[in-house]
């Protein structure tokens, strides 16, 4: 819109001052002083004047228009380039999420069982260690030196050895 107002004014500059030269309405019909040797065409040309500055000024228009331009273009491929990556990288972490969702109720499943198994096992053992200190006195004790259980453990040997040939109806000598 700016350069069109600008383009017209122009165009309305020149067509007044190609007929500045040509208006006698402020003309002196009568006398002229000699000092004029021309009709007055204006200051159109004289360092650029009114038009030259409206001719930057449009050339200003017609290059910013141009920067504005490109940078909204690049900036709108920027922005794309930076939705579809996003896209991209959010589908990926979603599956990320989901993947590890999975996985982490499966070990939590895991988790439950094995401390099940643990607490049935600890059971176990305990258990198992009430029975043995039950048993220990019984099969250590330890008032008796290793000859006196030796000497103990060979007359309990003999013993049943002589119970068997009794029942095995040997003569017993």
Do not use: W
Not at 6 to 31: R, S
Not at 47 to 70: H, K, P, Q, W
Request: proline share 2%.
């Amino acid at each position: 819109e700016a350069q069109t107002a600008v383009a017209q004014a122009l165009t309305v500059l020149k067509e007044f001052y190609a007929k500045a030269g040509e208006a006698t309405a402020l003309v002196q019909k009568n006398k002229q002083p000699e000092i004029f040797d021309s009709p007055y065409k204006g200051m159109g040309a004289e360092n650029g004047g009114v038009v030259g500055m409206l001719e930057v000024i449009e050339s200003d228009f017609a290059r910013l228009e141009a920067d504005t331009s490109a940078g909204e273009s690049t900036a709108q491929k920027e922005y794309d380039n930076f939705m579809t990556d996003s896209k991209v990288d959010k589908a990926a972490k979603s599956k990320d999420v989901e993947h590890k969702g999975a996985k982490k109720q499966d070990s939590s499943q895991a988790l439950t069982t094995k401390n099940a198994d643990l607490e049935g096992t600890q059971k176990e053992l305990d258990a198992a260690l009430t029975y043995y200190d039950k048993l220990k006195p019984s099969c250590v004790d330890a008032g008796v030196s290793f000859d006196d259980r030796v000497s103990r453990r060979k007359e309990e040997v003999e013993s049943l050895q002589e119970a068997l040939r009794i029942l095995n109806g040997e003569d017993i000598a």
